[in-house]
């Protein structure tokens, strides 16, 4: 089946530390998408990537890190520069044309906590 | 600038029908789409509508979009306990920064269905 899996499921950061969370895809999709989700909050878009070895800084990229060496990968490394760390995290894809449905996909999501 | 909104909580019995509600701000909107959240999960889409539409109904979905007042409404027909979840939302924005599939997300909306 093709879908989007994202790992570890739960994630411990401790201070000064950077980790890495892993968003991999099977379904073809150009496009890739991290998301911060907070309680009682909606998504907000952290990096975007519409092709491989290239990505966007999305609303709040401050703090985080991406890269995208293969279309199925596009990894988000949380900095220690990110001060609140704490959140769902979630990994998005989609096909990449103009115009045209594009849903995205996601994937079952990293929870994030500060140790 | 863009705003998605919902309200944050709607209580209904089993068997009942449900409706949520969405309003948006950017005329822009190509797709608009639901997607439900159960917990610790990522989301799921469950239905979109193309702007130029004004309903759209998938089995016990129904879509309706009010592109004038820019209102979207979700209504779940016969809801069961299995559709307790968070719904959201979402606008997608044509040619955002060259990104032709931003979404949008609303703050998302909690449905408890009561046995």
């Known amino acids: 089946d093709g879908g989007i899996t994202q790992s570890p499921k739960y994630l411990f950061r401790k201070e000064g530390q950077n980790v890495t969370l892993s968003c991999e895809q099977n379904?073809?999709?150009?496009?890739m998408y991290w998301y911060r989700q907070d309680p009682g909050q909606g998504l907000r878009l952290i990096y975007y990537?519409?092709?491989?070895?290239?990505?966007q800084k999305g609303d709040i990229a401050e703090g985080y890190s991406v890269s995208r060496e293969k279309k199925e990968s596009f990894p988000l490394t949380v900095t220690s520069a990110q001060k609140n760390p704490t959140a769902f995290y979630l990994c998005?894809?989609?096909?990449?044309?103009?115009?045209?449905?594009?849903?995205?996909?996601f994937g079952d999501g990293t929870r994030l906590s500060i140790l | 600038g863009e705003d998605v909104e919902q309200s944050l909580f709607l209580s209904v019995r089993e068997g009942d029908s449900s409706v949520i509600n969405c309003t948006y701000t950017?005329?822009?909107?190509?797709?608009l789409y639901w997607y439900k959240q159960e917990p610790g999960a990522g989301l799921q889409l469950l239905t979109y509508?193309?702007?130029?539409?004004d309903m759209k109904q998938d089995q016990r979905l129904t879509v309706l979009l009010n592109k004038k007042d820019k209102h979207l409404s979700l209504r779940i027909a016969d809801t069961q306990t299995g559709d307790s979840a968070i719904y959201f939302c979402?606008?997608?924005?044509?040619?955002?920064?060259?990104?032709?599939?931003?979404?949008?997300f609303g703050t998302g909306t909690l449905l408890a269905v009561q046995p």
């Open positions: 998005a894809s989609s096909i990449a044309t103009t115009g045209g449905r594009k849903p995205q996909h």
């Open positions: 379904l073809n999709h150009d496009a």
């Open positions: 990537s519409q092709i491989v070895n290239d990505f």
């Open positions: 950017d005329s822009s909107s190509t797709y």
């Open positions: 509508i193309f702007s130029n539409m």
């Open positions: 979402a606008e997608s924005i044509m040619n955002y920064g060259g990104a032709t599939n931003k979404l949008i």
